[in-house]
């Protein structure tokens, strides 16, 4: 139990490593000052582009398989092992969407939630993602594609995995990713939600 707890303490504190703030300050622009001053993949390509964004996705990515796949490595086998690794992956999200260092403002958890389920429902997670490439290069607007992408993973989840907790994890991301879209689906509402530019950057830091 005490090895478990120590599992998901280490996955919500790596979920919480800014990936994308520390890409951003690397090519000295500080994110929260860009764009829509989220920490997000999106954030990224609207101030440096697509390259350092598809880094930043593949980070955050990261930040939810990894913990994932350690646990699965650790403790696959024994009673409720689907729950506690589901657990992993739920509090890596959490780490993401709020981490300490940033006043508990993250990003929007796409990122990080494909990459938990990634490890654990691979195919879902890559028609999840095939869904959401799709809508991004047409209709250009991020926040709808992450949305309805996030809204079909539980399906593809309840189709192509027989796992009670994964199931009930790929529920639970999609809500915490409908709450951190909550300005989104206000401007989405309104009629203003704007489609993905790149901005130029502030002054350097």
Avoid at 5 to 27: D, E, Q, Y
Wanted: aromatic share 10%; proline share 7%; no cysteine.
């Amino acid at each position: 139990m005490l090895t478990w707890i120590l599992i998901l303490v280490l996955a919500g504190l790596f979920g919480s490593i800014p990936v994308s703030l520390l890409i951003a300050r690397a090519n000295h622009v500080d994110l929260r000052q860009v764009g829509s001053g989220n920490v997000g993949a999106t954030n990224v390509y609207r101030a440096l582009g697509p390259a350092w964004a598809v880094l930043a996705f593949l980070g955050d990515a990261l930040k939810g398989a990894l913990p994932v796949l350690l646990a699965i490595f650790l403790f696959d086998r024994g009673p409720n092992a689907d729950w506690w690794v589901a657990g992993a992956g739920l509090l890596a999200v959490l780490g993401h969407l709020f981490p300490p260092w940033l006043k508990f403002r993250g990003g929007k958890g796409v990122a990080t939630s494909f990459g938990v389920m990634l490890a654990l429902s691979p195919w879902a997670a890559l028609l999840a993602f095939a869904l959401w490439a799709a809508l991004a290069v047409t209709l250009k607007i991020s926040s709808v594609a992450s949305l309805v992408a996030a809204l079909s993973l539980p399906g593809f989840v309840y189709f192509l995995d027989p796992s009670p907790a994964v199931r009930w994890l790929a529920l639970i991301m999609t809500v915490l990713i409908f709450v951190s879209h909550h300005e989104n689906l206000r401007r989405l509402l309104r009629g203003e939600e704007k489609p993905i530019r790149r901005n130029p950057p502030p002054a350097a830091l």
